[in-house]
Structure formats: C-alpha cells, structure tokens
Nanobody, 114 residues
C-alpha cells in the first residue's frame, strides 16, 4: 500500500519560512518522481514543484520560482519543500503526490497571515 504523509505546515507571518516534509512508503521512492501540489481555499489544485528521477530534473511553478526549493532524501524516503519569503497567497493545503498524481497524502495546512 502506497502511503504519503506530509508534515511541517504552520501559521506564519509574511516573509517567514517553512519546510514541509513528505514521508513515502509502499513504493520504490528512489526511482519515483515526486510532486508538490497545493490547494487554496475555494480554488482548484495548483501544481507547485516536481523532482524527477534520472538526471534529477527539477521544475517550479512561476508563482514560487526563486522562493521555494524542492529536495529529496532517498535514504529516508522523504521529499521536502523549503518555502522562503512566504506570501499570503501561498496560503493553502500542501500535498505531495506521486507521478501522474496517482497517490496523494492527506495534506498539511500552510497559512501566511500577519
């Protein structure tokens, strides 16, 4: 059974930072590309970032480029999202997801507010 468990969400002020984690079990994490996706209140899901395998291609949505950094620890089966200079518009539930978004975690809430 594939399981993804996110953590690290919190209430922070604009300009602050957070690091989200996603621990994965039930699949060969080292061979699996991974995604971060977020969903703001009242809106549909928005893809945020991807870390593919092979040569380690990394991609970001324009809305987070230069502020967010995706990384992974294959020995720990964990995906990370370092979020710096957070803005109120980053408020959302953040999910990690497997390739083709076949499996998702339960999400972790990030709220950016003064």
């Amino acid at each position: 059974e594939v399981q993804l468990v996110e953590s690290g969400g919190d209430l922070v002020r604009p300009g602050n930072s957070l690091r989200l984690s996603c621990t994965v079990s039930g699949l060969n994490f080292g061979l699996s590309g991974m995604n971060w996706v977020r969903q703001a209140p009242g809106k549909g899901p928005e893809w945020v970032s991807a870390f593919n395998t092979g040569v380690g291609e990394i991609y970001y949505a324009d809305s987070v480029k230069g502020r967010f950094t995706i990384s992974r620890d294959n020995a720990e089966n964990t995906l990370y999202l370092q979020m710096n200079n957070l803005k109120p518009e980053d408020t959302a539930v953040y999910y990690c997801a497997t390739p083709a978004f076949a499996y998702w975690g339960q999400g972790t809430q990030v709220t950016v507010s003064s």
